[in-house]
C-alpha cells in the first residue's frame, strides 16, 4: 500500500522501535521504585523529557508526559478553565482539531462563553478579528492551533501569542500537527502552554506531552501517586516515553538538516504532476505557509468520498479530512471557514506524506489518482458531484 495519510498517524521509526524494546521487556521497573533499576528506568524518563524539550526549545522541567495528545489540550483547557476566576470568554478559531472543539463546547455548557475567529479563505487565522476578541473583557484565555491537520496550513501563531500576551491571557497552542515537522521553538514564540503527540512524527500511538511554562499554576486532570511532578499522575507509559523522546531526537536532526525539504519536494513534485495531467484541480490554503507534508486538492467533479474508496482500491490511503471525523455527514468545518462550498470541500482530498514517503511512491501515487478522478468524472458526468458523504478535520 502508498501510505499517504501521514496527518492521521504515522510508522514508529525502527530506531524508536530499537529504544522502546528494551522497555517492553527486561527493563520492566516501575521509574518510582526506590531501587536501582527503577531508579535507572527514571533516568531513562528524564532523558526522554530533555529530548523532547530540545524539540521544541523548552527547558526538560517544563515537559510533563500524557497519554496522547487529546489528553494534553484536555488537560490544559480544563486547568486553565478552573482557575479563570472571574473571567468567562474563551477565545479560540474555528479551525481547532475536536480535541480542543469539543473541550469548549463542554465548557460552554459549563457557561463559558466561547469565541471562535474566522480565517481567510487561505486558511489563517484572521489577527484582527483575534485581537478584537483576545482583547475584550473577560478572557479567561486563548486557545490557537500552530498548523491545520487537514489544510497542513500554518498560522500567525507569534503574531497571535504576542497579542495574548500583550492582553495578558494565557496562551494555549495545539501544535501537534506542527512539532517534528516545522521549526517549533517556545523561546522565540512564547506560548504559555504546547501540546504534543507522539504518534505524528514516528513515535507510538497513545503518548504525547505538554508544554507548561515555568511558574505558571496548573490543576491537573488526574490526580494520583504524584508522577509527571504531579501535573500527570498514574504509572508512566515507559516505553513509549523512551520512543517519544527518540521520534524528538530524530527529527529535530532532520529539521536541522533540511528543514523537511526532501518531504516538501515529494509533497510538490505530487501537486505539480496533478495540476498538469489533470483540469480541475485546486490546491487549497495559502501553499507559503504550508507545513512539508502536506497536500489539500479539490478535483473538481469528484466526489471525495468515491475517490477514496477508489484509490482505497488502487492500494493507495488518504483522506478527506481528519480521520477522526470520517464517515461524519457534513462538510468540513476547516473548509466551511475557509469559504468553500459544500461542493468544493466534498470534492477536496488530504494527502499527507511522511519522511518514508519515496519518489516512486509518490509516480505510483499521482497515476492512480489520475485515473480515478478521469473515471469518476466519466460516471458522474463532469457535473454532477452527487450526494454529500462527507469527512472532516
Ligand atoms: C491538531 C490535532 N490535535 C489533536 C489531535 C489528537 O491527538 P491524539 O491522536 O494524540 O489524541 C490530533 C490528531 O489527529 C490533531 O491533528
Same mark, same amino acid.
Given at each position: 500500500?502508498?501510505?499517504?495519510? /501521514?496527518?492521521?498517524?504515522?510508522? !514508529?521509526?525502527?530506531?524508536?522501535?530499537?529504544?522502546? %524494546?528494551?522497555?517492553?521487556?527486561?527493563?520492566?521497573?516501575?521509574?518510582?521504585?526506590?531501587?536501582?533499576?527503577?531508579?535507572? !528506568?527514571?533516568?531513562?524518563?528524564?532523558?526522554?523529557?530533555?529530548?523532547?524539550?530540545?524539540?521544541?526549545?523548552? #527547558?526538560?522541567?517544563?515537559?510533563?508526559?500524557?497519554?496522547?495528545?487529546?489528553?494534553?489540550?484536555?488537560? &490544559? +483547557?480544563?486547568?486553565?478553565?478552573?482557575?479563570?476566576?472571574?473571567?468567562?470568554?474563551?477565545?479560540?478559531?474555528?479551525?481547532? *482539531?475536536?480535541?480542543?472543539?469539543?473541550?469548549?463546547?463542554?465548557?460552554?455548557?459549563?457557561?463559558? @462563553?466561547?469565541?471562535?475567529?474566522?480565517?481567510?479563505?487561505?486558511?489563517? +487565522?484572521? +489577527?484582527?478579528?483575534?485581537?478584537?476578541?483576545?482583547?475584550?473583557?473577560?478572557?479567561?484565555?486563548?486557545?490557537?492551533?500552530?498548523?491545520?491537520?487537514?489544510?497542513?496550513?500554518?498560522?500567525?501563531?507569534?503574531?497571535?501569542?504576542?497579542?495574548?500576551?500583550?492582553?495578558?491571557?494565557?496562551?494555549?497552542? #495545539?501544535?501537534?500537527?506542527?512539532?517534528?515537522?516545522?521549526?517549533?521553538? &517556545?523561546?522565540?514564540?512564547?506560548?504559555?502552554?504546547?501540546?504534543?503527540?507522539?504518534?505524528?512524527? *514516528?513515535?507510538?500511538?497513545?503518548?504525547?506531552?505538554?508544554?507548561?511554562?515555568?511558574?505558571?499554576?496548573?490543576?491537573?486532570?488526574?490526580?494520583?501517586?504524584?508522577?509527571? =511532578?504531579?501535573?500527570?499522575?498514574?504509572?508512566?507509559?515507559?516505553?513509549?516515553?523512551?520512543?517519544?523522546?527518540?521520534?524528538?531526537? @530524530?527529527?529535530?536532526?532532520? %529539521?536541522?538538516?533540511?528543514?523537511?525539504?526532501?518531504?516538501?519536494?515529494?509533497?510538490?513534485?505530487?501537486?505539480?504532476?496533478? +495540476?498538469?495531467?489533470?483540469? $480541475?484541480?485546486?490546491?487549497?490554503?495559502?501553499?507559503?505557509?504550508?507545513?512539508?507534508?502536506?497536500?489539500? %486538492?479539490?478535483?473538481?467533479?469528484?466526489?471525495?468520498?468515491?475517490?477514496?474508496?477508489?484509490?482505497?482500491?488502487?492500494?493507495?490511503?488518504?483522506?478527506?479530512?481528519?480521520?477522526?471525523?470520517? $464517515?461524519?455527514?457534513?462538510? /468540513?468545518? !476547516?473548509?466551511?471557514?475557509?469559504?468553500?462550498?459544500?461542493?468544493?470541500?466534498?470534492?477536496?482530498?488530504? @494527502? =499527507?506524506?511522511?519522511?518514508?514517503?519515496?519518489?516512486?511512491?509518490?509516480?505510483?501515487?499521482?497515476?492512480?489518482?489520475?485515473?480515478?478522478?478521469?473515471?469518476?468524472?466519466?460516471?458522474?458526468? $463532469?457535473?454532477?458531484?452527487?450526494?454529500?458523504? @462527507?469527512?472532516?478535520?
Amino acid at each position: 500500500m502508498i501510505y499517504l495519510d /501521514s496527518n492521521a498517524t504515522t510508522q !514508529v521509526h525502527p530506531e524508536v522501535l530499537e529504544a522502546m %524494546l528494551p522497555y517492553l521487556s527486561d527493563q520492566c521497573y516501575n521509574p518510582s521504585s526506590g531501587y536501582r533499576a527503577g531508579k535507572q !528506568v527514571k533516568q531513562a524518563i528524564e532523558q526522554a523529557r530533555e529530548q523532547v524539550a530540545r524539540l521544541v526549545g523548552a #527547558d526538560a522541567r517544563e515537559i510533563y508526559f500524557t497519554g496522547c495528545g487529546t489528553e494534553a489540550n484536555n488537560a &490544559v +483547557l480544563y486547568s486553565l478553565a478552573d482557575m479563570c476566576g472571574e473571567n468567562r470568554r474563551i477565545v479560540t478559531s474555528e479551525i481547532e *482539531h475536536s480535541a480542543i472543539l469539543r473541550v469548549c463546547e463542554h465548557l460552554s455548557e459549563r457557561g463559558f @462563553i466561547i469565541d471562535k475567529v474566522g480565517v481567510d479563505s487561505g486558511g489563517r +487565522l484572521d +489577527l484582527v478579528a483575534w485581537e478584537k476578541a483576545v482583547k475584550e473583557d473577560g478572557v479567561a484565555f486563548a486557545t490557537l492551533m500552530w498548523a491545520n491537520n487537514e489544510t497542513g496550513i500554518i498560522q500567525p501563531i507569534a503574531e497571535a501569542c504576542e497579542i495574548a500576551r500583550s492582553a495578558k491571557v494565557p496562551f494555549h497552542t #495545539d501544535a501537534i500537527q506542527a512539532v517534528g515537522k516545522t521549526a517549533v521553538d &517556545v523561546r522565540e514564540v512564547p506560548v504559555d502552554f504546547l501540546s504534543i503527540s507522539g504518534h505524528k512524527f *514516528h513515535a507510538p500511538k497513545g503518548v504525547g506531552a505538554m508544554y507548561v511554562r515555568s511558574g505558571l499554576r496548573f490543576n491537573p486532570m488526574l490526580r494520583g501517586g504524584g508522577q509527571e =511532578s504531579g501535573f500527570r499522575s498514574g504509572t508512566e507509559n515507559v516505553a513509549s516515553i523512551i520512543g517519544l523522546g527518540k521520534a524528538a531526537e @530524530i527529527m529535530q536532526s532532520k %529539521l536541522d538538516h533540511d528543514d523537511h525539504a526532501g518531504v516538501a519536494k515529494l509533497r510538490d513534485r505530487l501537486e505539480k504532476i496533478l +495540476l498538469d495531467r489533470l483540469k $480541475g484541480v485546486e490546491i487549497n490554503g495559502a501553499v507559503e505557509h504550508r507545513a512539508a507534508n502536506t497536500a489539500h %486538492l479539490a478535483f473538481e467533479h469528484c466526489e471525495a468520498s468515491g475517490l477514496l474508496i477508489l484509490l482505497d482500491e488502487y492500494g493507495v490511503a488518504c483522506s478527506a479530512g481528519s480521520a477522526c471525523m470520517t $464517515g461524519k455527514q457534513q462538510p /468540513s468545518h !476547516v473548509q466551511k471557514a475557509m469559504g468553500f462550498s459544500n461542493e468544493r470541500a466534498n470534492s477536496s482530498l488530504r @494527502i =499527507s506524506l511522511s519522511i518514508f514517503t519515496s519518489e516512486e511512491e509518490i509516480d505510483q501515487a499521482a497515476e492512480h489518482i489520475i485515473k480515478a478522478v478521469e473515471k469518476l468524472r466519466r460516471v458522474q458526468g $463532469g457535473g454532477n458531484v452527487g450526494p454529500v458523504v @462527507i469527512y472532516t478535520g
